[in-house]
């Protein structure tokens, strides 16, 4: 280092499992490295292919520096430079006329995990839209259809410390493709597995993960629940259950049994298209290992009766005792460690309620072309998000944002496919530029991240932007003016026994520190979960008072392989439009040139489809169902099964040949429970161009 360089440490704020600690290097003025912190004990000093470049993105000559103006049309992507106290003045304006006419749920903030902050994410933002009488976001696009399916068999969606993996002797990782979206689980699980561990994976797709994997389970997309139930069968049937762990620990085990004798291997084949032999070995696996850990992300949850799976899933750990060992049981998120140690810092007392309607972030689209609604949207404020490319069903989401009587402000670092659609786009911070305490969802760890850099151009921090539209609108109210370190003294339940050892010191001076939880962490080995019976509910009291079937079952989606005849008649092919590229986060990054792979954006499929419609390797295709129409070059390679075809999710529109990317063609149904998407039972036809 040199006499002016210094180091500061932070935290990344993707939205990724592994919120990894950093260290910048900073000459001067300007960030000169970005490395993995060496000292973080689960990112162990690396980052990934697409944050090892971040200083790239920082400096990258495509930010938006300034607020900008649009002069061309809505989606062209036309701007002029204005000014902060112009843009201010303007959304003051605009907010309160619409506000005066149709009432506060006229405006509607849409945010996503741009960046998992806990304040950055989201904090006074809420407070402004609440004082405001904003309509409100159900931010339900990601984990929280899992969680809800968890929670009605456990009550709770807590489980063991992914960093306990290492105990594992049989892990399955269960629609979740950990190499390339968790990809910091790997080296522990591999530590499993220089131990003894087997690793299964469970995918449709053969992903990377797969071909890691020991075993590899292929069965047709949102079939998982019937594979569960004939898993089940064969427990049971073979005695391989844990009897005094269920007598001791769980509540309706004979009226699930009941219900799986009907589910013999044989049948649970016929609906999930995993042979029943090999049905028989993997329940025969499951139930004589330990400890058996299943660890679940969120590509089981995007279907139809993503709840159902998560909720009949979560029965196999109880039926084989998983829970009383170290590095056993069922993993999702391990956020809820972190958010029951939070605050909610929406209002202060006595400053009121913010009560009104909820839109749900996945039917974006429905909410915004719907004439129906009253009051209508029409004041969009976006930050952290890019949901026309992110979003499912984007014709319909993209016509939405390009209504004329729309006012979309859309506060971003580049100019994407949603800012293109925006009357004003601000300009945002990136994490070196802010203060911020990241919690993770794929560990126990709480990071700080020290701002490194001063703001670039006219960059501002989405707080500081809140700040600025309280002063614009008049509001004086000082908890809508609070600083970014308020906010984190309000945030952070310091008395709260899991935060007993951390605090704000103690996060700036390390980096990060860990949640004060026991290591290894066996929550629920003597039972004692958080449901009305206290115990793990395979038959559920609760589902049965709301007149829903209080059994674990398979339910087929109405646009999956099992579903609307007519519909597959004409659609044939089931969709997925997963992860896939490991340079790109969600949408962030695959318009960098060093980021996207060369050729751009494809469809998978089988050969045997393939060949059924005279399409070869690198042929031009369409892909189309009544929702939209890609054109993609295909490819045939080996990573579906007949029947299922993949478009990688995250290319933005303008990569691909036609006006949209992969969620044009996907399905926004909403999920049984928890608010989530049905992304994946999605139905297509494919032919050449
Ligand atoms: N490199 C990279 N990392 C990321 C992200 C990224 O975009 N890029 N995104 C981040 C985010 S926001 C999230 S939520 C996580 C998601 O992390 P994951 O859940 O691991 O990723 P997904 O691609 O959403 O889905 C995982 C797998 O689920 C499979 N799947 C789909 N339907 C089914 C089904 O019916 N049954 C089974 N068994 N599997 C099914 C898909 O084929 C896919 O391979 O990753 C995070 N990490
Ligand atoms: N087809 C399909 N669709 C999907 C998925 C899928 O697997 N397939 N996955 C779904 C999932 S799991 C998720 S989580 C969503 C993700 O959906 P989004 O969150 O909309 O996706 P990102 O690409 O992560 O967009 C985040 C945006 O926030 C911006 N940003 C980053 N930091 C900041 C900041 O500090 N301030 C502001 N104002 N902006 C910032 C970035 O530049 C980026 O454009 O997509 C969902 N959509
Ligand atoms: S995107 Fe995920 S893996 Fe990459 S540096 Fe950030 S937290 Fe780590
Ligand atoms: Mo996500």
Known sequence: MTERSRTVLGTCHHDCPDSCGWVVTVEGERAVKLRGNPDHPYSRGELCPKV?????????????????????????????????????????????????????????GYHSAGTQGLIQMTSLDRRLFAVLGASRLDATICGSTARVGVELTNGTGLGPDPLDIVHSRFIILWGTNTRLTNRHLWPFIEQARSQGATVVVIDPLRTITADSADWFVQPLPGTDAALVLGLAHVLIRDGLVDEGWVRD??????????????????????????AAEEIERLARAYGSARPALIRTLIGAEHHEHGAELLRTMACLPALVGAWRDAGGGLIRSSGTWTEEALLDTVLPAGAGTWDTRRINMGRIGAALTDPALAPPITALYV???????????????????????????????????????????????????????????????????????????????????????????????????????ELIAQK??????????????????????????????????????????????????????????????????????????????????????????????????????????????????????????????????????????????????????PGVVAIPFGWWDHQHAGRYGANALTSDRLADAGGGIAFSDTLVEVRRA
């Open 492 to 641: 952070l339940d310091l008395d709260h026994p899991r935060l007993a050892t951390i605090t704000v010191e103690g996060l700036r001076r390390e980096g990060f520190q860990r949640l004060d939880v026991a290591s290894p962490l066996v929550p629920y080995a003597e039972g004692g979960f958080p449901t009305p019976s206290g115990k793990v509910e395979l038959a559920s009291p609760r589902l049965a008072e709301l007149g829903l079937d209080p059994l674990p079952g398979y339910t087929p989606a109405v646009e999956g392989p099992e579903g609307d005849a007519a519909l597959r008649a004409r659609f044939p092919l089931q969709l997925l439009t997963p992860k896939t590229h490991p340079a790109f986060l969600n949408s962030t990054y695959s318009a960098s040139p060093r980021h996207a792979p060369p050729g751009g954006p494809f469809v998978e499929l089988d050969p045997v489809d393939a060949a059924a419609r005279g399409v070869a390797e690198g042929d031009e295709v369409i892909v189309a169902n009544d929702r939209g129409r890609l054109r993609l070059r295909a490819r045939l390679t080996g990573r579906v099964r």
């Open 52 to 108: 090892n470049r971040f200083l790239d993105r920082v400096y990258s000559p495509d930010r938006v520096l300034t607020p900008l103006r649009r002069v061309g049309a809505k989606g062209e992507g036309r701007f002029e430079p204005t000014t902060w106290d112009d843009a201010l003045a303007t959304i003051a304006v605009e907010w309160s006329g619409r506000i005066a006419r149709h009432g506060g749920e006229t405006l509607l």
């Open 249 to 274: 620990h769980t509540v309706g085990y004979e009226a699930l049994t009941e219900r799986v004798r009907a589910w013999d291997p044989v049948r649970a084949a016929a609906h999930c298209g995993v």
């Open 383 to 485: 930050w952290n998000a890019n949901p026309a490319v992110t979003a499912p069903n984007a014709g319909l989401v993209q016509a939405g944002l390009a209504r004329e009587d729309l006012f979309t402000v859309v506060h971003e670092q580049f100019l994407t496919d949603t800012a293109r659609y925006a009357d004003l786009v601000l300009p945002a911070t990136t994490q070196l530029e802010h203060l911020d305490v990241v919690p993770a969802w794929g560990h126990l760890y709480l990071g700080w991240n020290e701002p490194a850099i001063a703001p670039l151009g006219e960059a501002r921090s989405n707080t500081e932007v809140f700040r600025s539209l309280a002063t614009a609108l008049g509001r004086t109210e000082a908890w809508l003016h609070d600083s970014d370190e």
